[in-house]
């Protein structure tokens, strides 16, 4: 155990901290997605051009080729400079990473980590949620090109983005999850049709994506043929930790903004505000623990596996103590932020859902950790 | 930074758990109740025999010079076997209290040499502030240790002492004549106040996680309807919970172990506080749950698990219970803001 910066680590935070005190932008975040979007990316865009974002992917595809622990520092000082949110789409060029060719890995991932092409995660259907392994996309080979029909559903900024990794059966006649194979569709290619879906707090996250005869060349299947599962659970294990999806920081910043709004309300404030958000803080500060005690076991270059149910759960019971709370503190119908804070309230409630459902991430732990005995599916 | 036990901690909780395994295979926890003090004698001599009671107190002054992670693997170690020795009273709040707020050498290296010494707090088993009257983790014939009104850590000898033991058998509580007590605002009675709610966290982790091996033990074994138990996906999820809790317990468990001794005052109240609330109220859910996936025979004597969750009642009460450390917490989120 040695949580002090190395000398290299130290420089690396200065050199951020000045960084982000020129750099932070002084108008606040918009509240509205169609406002934060552009918001968020603009920042994420400078951010990547000072050599911010990517800090752990290799040089040559346009990352930084420095360590977690980076990430790990980059976390807590967005944190507690208040920065803008990050996209959090961090961990989808992982997959391109491990599995590209370097053709791939050359064309695709430095406008990815450049936030200059932005790519979505096309796995869920709407027969396939939780049961992911059932999904019926259909790609079949004709010539040099894949044929894919199907529909997707809840892809993340599908509205916004300019590739999918999408998930399709290719082998009808093997087992369920051994039929898979991962494919980079560009959604501007005919026979793609984006339609939004609003969720329960306005924004227009996510999206349908309908496939019909899409043609794409066969250079643009990821990894061999089959290797969708795999692909598909590295994803999603990345995707369950807080710092990949820039998560931590997003939380801090809530959590000052809160108690702000404490301060504003009242300088006495009662014992059980100060316990709820007592609460909260210790919460966040066993989610950066956490995050440390995760990141410094991937130091060996292991990609995460099974246990990042723990972090996504303990990510998901952050937001939703952090939301309790503002519930709790805005029960004044004249309060401000009032409307802004229920809209995050309703979001956090998706935090148990994508991702892999809060059941989900339990039957993971008890029997791929535990080793209970397994139940169907 | 790195976040990771070395080999030499990873040995020594291995160690720990051996003896533990072996000690209590002969002469399970819950004899400790009504042996005159037999089992935890002897606990407490192997303890010391191994260098493992001074762990905090610089070898200078007669310790071993270890660390307080060092200290916590071995309290965590000792809560999942749910060990009836003194452990975090003594070995981490008492000599923490006489190593960073100026107590007498002496007394430290008596302590190092295994001779009891209790600390003193308030009747709810707060940080006193102006008298102690409750010694915690008490032994017969032990000594306690409080702040002195001045900020000193004084050792007193007890009188009237009157043993406590409704909540938790194992870990004696016992009320003494009031003795003149002082609030930790010294950077060092800081400091062993952090590093007090950081191994009552280590403790707390290896109870549930005690907890934690016992279910799934049993839910393995245990069959009903001609299937383990553990194949119910609602026994499985109690399982997955109990495992979330203690992974969880860990990570702030040991990062303020690292921060309680290391970083910045501030900072290492405010991660020493997370972890004791944190693992407070974990521990106490774990062995809850624990007992449910017992069923029946959880809520007996004949089992320990009611030693357990005894045992988590207490540690989470000691040092101020949630309340200490919240407030704390909160307003160190409140001066930022
Ligand atoms: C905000 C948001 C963003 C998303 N973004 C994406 C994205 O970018 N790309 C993408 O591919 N998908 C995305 N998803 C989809 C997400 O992965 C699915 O919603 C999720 O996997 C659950 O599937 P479902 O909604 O069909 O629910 P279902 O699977 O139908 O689940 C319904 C309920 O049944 C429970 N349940 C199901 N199976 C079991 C079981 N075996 N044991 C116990 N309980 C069970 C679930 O826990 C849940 O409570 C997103 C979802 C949300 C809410």
Not at chain 1, 134 to 140: G, I, N, P, W, Y
Not at chain 1, 147 to 169: E, M, P, Q
Request: glycine fraction near 8%; hydrophobic fraction near 40%; aromatic fraction near 6%.
């Amino acid at each position: 155990m040695d949580l002090r910066d190395s000398p290299k680590e130290a420089r690396f935070r200065a050199r951020l901290c000045a960084w982000l005190k020129e750099n932070l932008p002084t108008d606040p975040e918009p509240t509205v997605l169609a406002e934060r979007w552009p918001y968020m990316r603009e920042f994420q865009q400078r951010l990547y051009r000072s050599g911010w974002v990517a800090l752990s992917y290799p040089k040559e595809v346009g990352g930084q080729g420095l360590g977690p622990m980076e990430e790990a520092i980059l976390s807590e000082e967005l944190g507690k400079a208040n920065a803008p949110s990050l996209l959090p789409l961090g961990h989808l060029g992982r997959p391109l990473l491990s599995y590209g060719t370097d053709e791939q890995r050359r064309r695709y991932l430095p406008p990815l980590l450049a936030s200059d092409e932005i790519w979505c995660q096309g796995f869920s259907e709407p027969q396939a949620g939780s049961d992911l392994a059932s999904l019926r996309t259909r790609a079949v080979r004709e010539g040099d090109e894949w044929v894919l029909n199907g529909h997707k559903i809840w892809t993340s900024y599908a509205a916004f983005a300019d590739f999918c990794l999408l998930l399709a059966r290719t082998d009808p006649d093997a087992v369920r999850h051994r039929g898979i194979s991962a494919f980079i569709v560009p959604l501007s290619t005919p026979g793609v049709t984006v339609r939004p879906i609003v969720l329960a707090n306005g924004d227009e996250e996510f999206a349908e994506i309908f496939l019909d005869d899409v043609r794409i060349p066969e250079a643009n299947m990821l990894g061999r043929p089959a290797d969708g599962w795999r692909i598909a659970m590295d994803v999603v294990n990345y995707e369950r930790g807080a710092v990949e999806t820039g998560y931590l920081p997003k939380f801090e910043r809530y959590l000052s903004e809160l108690a702000a709004v404490v301060k504003t309300q009242t300088s006495t404030p009662d014992r059980a505000i100060l316990r709820a958000l007592g609460e909260a803080a210790a919460a966040l500060e066993v989610l950066r623990m956490h995050c440390l005690r995760t990141l410094s076991d991937r130091v060996s270059g292991a990609p995460p596996g099974p246990e990042s149910s723990i972090d996504k759960l303990l990510m998901t019971a952050v937001e939703q103590k952090l939301m309790a709370l503002s519930l709790s503190l805005l029960t004044d119908t004249t309060a401000p932020g009032r409307a802004e804070w229920f809209d995050r309230y309703l979001y956090g409630r998706a935090g148990s859902i994508y991702g892999g459902s809060a059941q989900i991430q339990r039957n993971i732990l008890a029997e791929r950790l535990l080793g209970l005995p397994r139940s169907p599916g | 930074m790195h976040f990771a036990l070395s080999e030499d901690q990873r040995i020594l909780q291995q160690t720990i758990d051996e003896v533990s395994a072996q000690l209590f295979a002969d002469s399970p926890v819950g004899n400790a109740r009504a042996d005159g003090g037999a089992l935890r004698a002897k606990l407490w001599s192997k303890l010391v025999e191994l260098d493992l009671v001074g762990l905090l107190v610089p070898e200078h002054q007669g310790g071993a010079g270890g660390s307080l992670t060092d200290a916590c693997v071995v309290a965590e170690a000792l809560g999942r076997h749910i060990a009836p020795v003194p452990y975090v009273g003594t070995a981490i709040a008492a000599a923490a209290l006489l190593r960073f707020a100026g107590g007498p050498g002496e007394s430290l290296a008596a302590l190092c040499r295994g001779e009891a010494y209790s600390v003193l707090l308030g009747g709810q088993l707060e940080d006193p502030v102006a008298t102690a009257t409750v010694a915690f983790d008490w032994v017969d014939g032990a000594q306690g240790v409080a702040l002195s009104p001045d900020g000193l850590a004084t050792v007193h000898d007890l009188v009237d002492v009157d043993p406590i033991t409704d909540v938790d058998p194992l870990h004696r509580l016992c009320r003494v004549r009031p003795v003149p007590a002082g609030a930790a605002s010294s950077e060092g009675a800081r400091r062993a106040r952090a590093a007090a709610w950081t191994g009552a966290a280590a403790f707390l982790t290896g109870l549930a996680d005690g907890a934690l091996r016992q279910a799934l033990d049993y839910a393995r074994q245990r069959e009903q309807y001609d299937r383990p138990i553990g194949s119910f996906q609602a026994v499985k999820h109690l399982c997955a919970d109990m495992l979330f809790d203690v992974e969880t317990c860990r990570s702030i468990t040991y990062g303020a172990s690292w921060a309680a001794e290391h970083a910045p005052i501030d900072e290492a109240e405010r991660v020493a506080s997370a972890a004791k609330c944190y693992t407070g109220a974990a521990a106490i859910r774990v062995c809850e749950t624990g007992i449910q996936v017992l069923g029946g025979i959880g809520v007996t004597q004949e089992h320990d698990a009611h030693l357990r969750l005894r045992s988590a009642h207490l540690h989470h009460a000691a040092f101020g219970n949630l309340d200490a450390p919240l407030m704390l917490l909160a307003g160190r989120v409140l001066d930022k803001a």
